[in-house]
């Protein structure tokens, strides 16, 4: 079946440090990727998303690459602030009513 | 934009108790879904919804029922809370079936039962 395997926490950068958060998947078809972020007492939050192969989702500085090729979505940003430290969780939508989420990786940004 | 509220931030029960979590999203989603959060165990589904009286057990469901009596409301019941239960539930939204788009989640409910 489906499923989201992302890289374990939990992570710590000092600021204006460059972040990788690695997620690979598994799925039949063609999936849409979504990563998505939670800040400490809240839900789920949308970060970033792409539909098809090699589409590009970004937004406030980080970015992830569809590629099909390896099955793989991996979050990237530049230069993290401390306003950064969240749990991150890579997620994939198959082409019914399924989503499928990784584990979430914890990020904590020191100054 | 899609708002999905949760009906408490926080709740406090004892065991025993039938529990009602509700939630409601406003943009006429026609998939709703419930959530559990634990720590190192990621997010679970417990139940989800794809109309109205539709419901599809997920991958925890026992313990918990659902309720889905119009489009926008999504009910999660504790039948008789159990100190496991204690927990961060979270309700989300999405478009049907065809749609490529995101879940669209709630701020969540932290439970604790004692």
């Known amino acids: 079946g489906d499923s989201v395997t992302q890289m374990e926490g939990p992570v710590t950068l000092s600021e204006e440090a460059f972040l990788t958060i690695n997620c690979t998947y598994t799925?039949?078809?063609?999936?849409?990727l979504f990563w998505y972020v939670q800040y400490p007492g809240e839900g789920l939050q949308l970060l970033l998303k792409a539909t098809k192969a090699d589409d590009k989702g970004s937004n406030k500085g980080f970015e992830a690459t569809y590629r099909k090729e390896t099955t793989s979505f991996h979050l990237e940003k530049g230069s993290v602030q401390v306003s950064d430290s969240a749990v991150y969780f890579c997620?994939?939508?198959?082409?019914?009513?399924?989503?499928?989420f990784g584990t979430g990786t914890s990020l904590t940004v020191i100054p | 934009d899609v708002k999905v509220t949760q009906s408490s931030r926080y709740l406090v029960k004892r065991t025993g108790e039938k529990v009602f979590l509700e939630c409601v999203q406003d943009?006429?989603?026609?998939?709703m879904f419930w959530y559990r959060q634990d720590p190192g165990l990621g997010l679970r589904l417990i139940y989800f919804?794809?109309?109205?009286?539709?419901?599809e057990k997920g991958d925890i469901p026992e313990g918990y029922s659902v309720s889905r009596e119009k489009k926008e409301r999504f009910s999660l019941i504790l039948e008789s809370a159990s100190t496991n239960q204690t927990s961060m539930y979270l309700c989300?939204?999405?478009?049907?079936?065809?749609?490529?788009?995101?879940?669209?989640f709630g701020d969540g409910t932290r439970l604790s039962i004692l």
């Open positions: 943009m006429d989603h026609e998939n």
């Open positions: 989300a939204s999405s478009p049907g079936h065809h749609s490529n788009q995101p879940q669209h």
């Open positions: 919804s794809y109309d109205v009286k539709m419901k």
């Open positions: 799925a039949t078809g063609y999936p849409s």
């Open positions: 997620a994939l939508k198959d082409t019914g009513n399924q989503f499928y």
